[in-house]
């Protein structure tokens, strides 16, 4: 039972997610990007065009509370080649978050809390399979627009 006390996670706990992602992020072009991910927060990116990459972050301040209890949140940022972290930004115009999980009303309520480790490889899924359907369409826009800017 869970009290709300964050707990560190044990190695395997922590990795896991890490995994999922790993795998099934790979399936729409992510890959783990380890030049721009920390301890606590992994990132996952996807180069659009030559500046500019797509990258997936989850909040480590929400993400575990216990070894497999949490809160799955990602973001997904438009980010030049210049930004490290997206959370940390400090010039304009070099990142913009991409908002996917608002095409379904209530889509992050229902993805958002997890009491186990099957809870979240479907939400990692879920969110993957979403952001999927209109990936096409949102990447074609990005390299349309931005196409010839670099970063």
Known sequence: MSLGLRQSPSPEGSSRPKKLMSRDAA?????????????????????VTDDWRLCWSVDHRFFLFAQTEGRFLPSLHLCSRKVENPHTVNEPFQTLQIRYDVFINFFTNAYWHFHDFDQLERAIKA????????ASTIEDGIRKVLGGHPA
Request: no cysteine.
């Open 127 to 134: 969110h993957l399979l979403l952001y999927g359907l209109g």
């Open 27 to 47: 399936s729409i072009g992510f890959e783990f990007d380890k030049a721009r991910s920390r301890a606590k927060r992994p990132f996952f990116s996807k180069p």
